[in-house]
């Protein structure tokens, strides 16, 4: 695909079929860096991905060209504004498989988009005795506020146990998920494991116990096709970040009569009808939970993002992650010793590999390749509970976007022999 110099998208008839990543590549001004004399072999996009041209220029292009406040001003600029605002709106709404504009709510990223969840429907509806269920793969994003929500309603907090294969184990489900339960909030990929949970099957089970489900997209929203009818999620949330937009941005998907039965999350401007002394009416959603002046540029610039996944299309990144994950678990496992974790097949699984070397701590195998410009993660990922289910203080988690290719992936895989002689290993 070209570097789009303006701030258009990538053309639809310039895109071939599979994803043509050199030129994928080249819209990617940062993977022209060197990084210790190296070229740059990004592979941390589970953390953050990298932003194309037309990301990085409709940024500038919203301070150049339209910014002013939103939803207040009425003058041109406050109308250009808020019209590239509404439309990043209604473009995420088409991308979670068509829902109403009104359903998204912009929050700061996904960890506000579940503490909005705790903090109003959960604070509300959940009470003593009540259950609340996750897995035991959740990032702690979505977990703490669960964790804390818990105890300061003498909640109980239950867990879908993970197979030795990384799978969520259902065995017991109707055990797990019962009358008592009144929230089940999981996630749709797991940013440790790279599984693909079952989402549409829990959501029924949770919908036939009258539980209200929260799935975490985070992970998912960035590689797969979302259709948050489809899986009846009642809240799916997600951040732009980790899909080519910028940071500060995430997403809250609600169902329309869920959020109308919620009280706001922040209270200020834009969120409220009617203000008195002593009493205020708020807004209608999705603006009831916009307080105060959002993160507009990096909102505007978010359909940028959108449009050039929806370009290349979801259903396409995912056969090419596919293919490349197959790719990746098959070298790694060239390299004897190496413990990869989650399910190996990568129809079941994205492209997140953890994996932990026998002698060789992940911190060690992460500065390492850093001397080779191969960005990796290495840690606890935020899942402190799931290490400890593994065995693990950390992991090495090597994660796979559309602008890499099996070159990336045989880089790693030099470097991690080169450490190991390195290291005497
Ligand atoms: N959930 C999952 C599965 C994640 O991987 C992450 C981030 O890595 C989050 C939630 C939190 O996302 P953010 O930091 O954008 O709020």
Request: aromatic share 6%; hydrophobic share 40%.
């Amino acid at each position: 695909m070209p570097t789009n110099t303006n701030n258009r998208s990538p053309k639809a008839e310039t895109v071939h079929s599979p994803l043509d990543i050199d030129r994928i590549k080249a819209d990617f001004p940062i993977l022209k860096e060197k990084v210790n004399n190296h070229r740059l072999v990004y592979l941390d996009s589970a953390a953050t991905s990298q932003k194309p041209e037309t990301v990085i220029n409709a940024v500038t292009d919203y301070y150049r060209r339209k910014n002013a406040n939103i939803h207040r001003g009425i003058h041109y600029l406050a109308e250009k504004a808020t019209a590239a605002y509404e439309l990043t709106r209604e473009r995420v709404a088409g991308f979670i498989g068509g829902v109403d504009p009104s359903e998204v709510v912009f929050t700061r990223g996904t960890t506000e988009g579940i503490n909005l969840i705790a903090y109003t429907w959960a604070e509300h509806n959940i009470n003593e005795g009540d259950e609340i269920v996750i897995t035991e793969m959740e990032h702690h994003a979505n977990l703490v506020p669960w964790v804390v929500l818990a105890q300061k309603k003498k909640a109980a907090l239950r867990r879908i146990p993970i197979t030795i294969c990384g799978h969520l184990d259902l065995s017991h489900i109707d055990d797990i998920i019962t009358s008592k339960t009144k929230l089940v909030s999981v996630t749709h990929m797991s940013n440790v494991l790279g599984t693909i949970n079952p989402v549409e099957e829990i959501a029924r089970l949770a919908h036939r116990q009258g539980a209200v489900v929260l799935v975490d997209g985070a992970q998912a929203a960035p590689h797969m096709t979302v259709d948050v009818k489809a899986m009846d999620a009642d809240f799916y949330v997600f951040s732009s970040h980790k899909m080519l937009g910028p940071t500060g941005v995430g997403v809250l998907y609600g169902k329309k009569h869920i959020l109308e039965s919620m009280p706001p999350f922040n209270m200020g401007g834009e969120m409220i009808r009617e203000v008195r002394f002593d009493r205020v009416t708020w807004n209608e959603v999705p603006h009831k939970f916009e307080a105060g002046t959002p993160d507009i540029a990096n909102v505007v610039a978010f359909e940028a993002a959108l449009s050039y996944l929806e370009l290349l299309g979801m259903d396409r990144i995912r056969e090419h992650e596919i293919a490349l994950t197959r790719y990746a678990i098959e070298r790694l496992s060239e390299l004897e010793g190496l413990e990869i974790q989650g399910p190996q097949e990568p129809e079941l699984r994205g492209g997140a590999i953890s994996f932990t070397d026998p002698t060789i701590h992940p911190h060690d195998i992460s500065t390492f390749l850093d001397t080779r410009g191969i960005a990796i993660r290495a840690g606890h990922h935020c899942a402190q509970p799931l290490m400890r289910i593994l065995g693990k203080v950390a992991t090495a988690r090597a994660s796979l976007y559309i602008y890499n290719d099996e070159a990336d992936v045989d880089a790693l895989i030099e470097a991690l022999i080169e450490m190991r002689r390195y290291f005497g290993a």
